[in-house]
């Protein structure tokens, strides 16, 4: 039992984590708290799901329950999304940081995008569910007494890729360099020479793509609602702060730790509390270390 | 004039119009009954209850006409002193307390918002042993949790009718090993009580009890918890979109498709879902339609009285809750709240002889009355017969899913479900 409920915990985790980034590179780069995050992952769920309706899920690759056309779906998904967060920023709070605005005016304004760009899905797409394939499946034993799905192995393996590549681009690239350099200190990022205005584009942009993607996997278990996003923001900022806002470790871990701990808990309390676990946990992290676990010092 | 003065203006307006005089017994003394006979009612009169409210109070200042019209309480015209409690508890209680402490009503019809009806009960009805018929208020704790003391009934079924049905058939199908997964909400609770009331003297067993939240991304942890016992079967109560998830799920980690479904579930959002192709072997509940002569004989009461159908929430068990009070009034020794009490439970006694709606019928009901005899009534609901806990049953019916059609099997009948509350509860 234990070791399904970890393999559960870590495959719910997988898809906060790379939610969670976006929103650990908003507090941290952007400084201010973006409660429109969410709807991105609905939106990419639904650009996804448009790519689906035209190209179809594809017949189905090996034991996965889609095809090529799906992979092709959630790249495009992550382009249109990344744009829409760009263009978010330059509609709502590029105007706002320009003039100065307090950093609770930014995350007010967050919330009303975030009502906007939610009901503008259920103008477009209706209130109802929508699939991206009828296909079932059924569970394989992984590893003595686990079961998962052959689409979670691959859920698992991508968001492993991804966040490897991350770290690379982070690293090693030009632009990396300068968002981490934001992330520490955009005064002295600025006085360096660092491209304020392009580092922001990039955020939002990238934070576009993962919310995509992390959307998209959400949406193959098993559906797309426009409240698909909504309902996972407190888990993607329990993720981000958890893990230490800005450190990309580190909302992978707290992505990780907010999935394990509502999975691994209900073994021990009756599933009715689960969601209030990984706030618990939350209190305890931040009790310890207020800056999350792999956050700097102010 | 306070907005309380004139709601005691408007409720004597509607009490004035209930009266109505039976053969100039308006100021005889009767059998030591002071004339009129007064019954308290409380209603949502204005509110957001009000536009279904409407044919609610009809229907009582009906059942009014009709116990007079067939003889009254012994000897005496029947007066509906109806007030009005705008949803709120607080107004609510205030009119239980009026009622009670002015008007001395032994008997209150009342009202349609469980969070009305309950601080009623506490504060008022149950403390002052007096009878409180409701029409409309479903909440399970009411007649379970001690508060009413005996005091409190209802004319309407509630979740134990669909949970017991649901009990019923998964133990006919054989199916002896059964998880529970349901949503976490009075109604869920509600029902996974009854049915673990129901289903092991029935021959089945609940191997696992799984609560739910709703608008979760993903219930593998709760699925995998109900599958931990290996059962044969799953009951999943709670609403579609989570629902669809949750099935999805279930058959993913190697689920039984036999799976037992509430009455949420018989829509086709569900079953486009999960996949028809999926749920061949699922089944389900629902409340159904009840029929019967004394049932045609209201509506036809009613339309011909007011104009317009009775259809609508409320209405027919509306009317029941008022002849019940009627009728209880009459079996009873005097005309206090532990004497109706008491009565409540005899007019539908065993071995009766049936009467039913309308002021015809109550007339030979009060006769058999006289003689000494027992009645079995049957209202614009059916057989209106309270259970030990005063709750009433109703029908219910079986549906399956065929190649993505939502069909009914079979239907079960109030008397079935009677048997089967008398075989659960004993």
Known sequence: ?298 | MSVHKMLAALAGGVALTALLSVGGAGTAQAQGVACPVKIGGILPLTGSMAPITKKIAESAQLAVEHINAGGGVKGCPVQLVLRDDQGQPTVGVDAAKYLVEVERVPAITGTISSGVTGPIIASVTAPSRVVQISCCSTASAFTLDGRSQGYFFRTLPTSKTQAFATASEIAKRGLKKTAIIYVNTDFGIDMTRFVKEALPKLGGEITAEVAYNDNQPSYRAEVQRALAARPESLLLIGFPKDAVTIVREWLSLGGSPKIALNNSMRVKDFVDGVGARFLNEAFGMDNAQVQGPTVDAFNQAFLAKFGYDSQGPGVHTQYDAVMAIGLAMNIAKDLTGPSIKDAVRQIHAAGGATVGTGPDEFRKAVGLIREGKAIKYHGATGPLEFDANGDVTGPALVWKITNGEILVDYTISIEEMQALFKKVEG
């Not at chain 1, 179809?56 to 829409?84: D, E, I, K, N, R």
């Not at chain 1, 995350?107 to 009502?115: C, I, R």
């Not at chain 1, 009901?119 to 686990?146: D, K, N």
């Not at chain 1, 676990?277 to 931040?286: E, S, T």
């Open chain 1, 1 to 298: 039992m234990l070791g399904q409920a970890i393999a559960d915990g870590v495959l719910t985790g997988a898809i906060i984590a790379l939610g969670a980034i976006g929103v650990s590179f908003g507090l941290q780069i952007l400084r201010f708290a973006n409660f429109a995050h969410s709807e991105l992952l609905t939106w990419g769920a639904y650009i996804a799901l448009v790519v689906v309706a035209f190209a179809g899920p594809g017949t189905p690759t090996g034991p996965l329950s889609f095809g090529w056309q799906m992979m092709a779906a959630m790249a495009v998904a992550a382009v249109l999304t990344g744009l829409l967060a760009w263009v978010m920023d330059q509609l709502v709070f590029r105007r706002l940081r320009n003039q100065g605005a307090h950093p609770l005016s930014l995350v007010f304004a967050a919330f009303g995008a975030a009502l906007v760009m939610r009901y503008v899905v259920v103008l477009i797409w209706g209130p109802g569910t929508h699939f991206y394939t009828r296909e079932l499946q059924f569970a394989v034993e992984v590893l003595p007494g686990i079961r998962m799905l052959p689409d979670q192995i691959f859920v698992l393996a991508l968001t492993l890729a991804v966040v490897v590549a991350l770290h690379l681009f982070l690293t090693y690239s030009r632009t990396g360099m300068a968002m981490r350099a934001m992330a520490e200190s955009p005064a002295l990022a600025k006085v360096c020479g660092v491209n304020v205005e392009g580092v922001t584009r990039w955020t939002w942009i990238l934070s576009g793509a993962l919310a995509a993607v992390a959307g998209t996997f959400l949406g193959l278990s098993p559906q797309v609602h426009p409240e698909m996003g909504f309902s996972l923001l407190l888990s993607l900022f329990a993720a981000a702060i958890l893990g230490g806002a800005g450190s990309l470790p580190g909302a992978v871990i707290g992505g990780l730790l907010v999935g394990l701990a509502e999975n691994v808990s209900v073994l021990f309390v009756d599933p009715g509390y689960k969601g209030a676990m990984p706030f618990l946990l939350l209190l305890a992290v931040l009790f310890v270390r207020p800056q999350g676990l792999f956050g700097e010092k102010q």
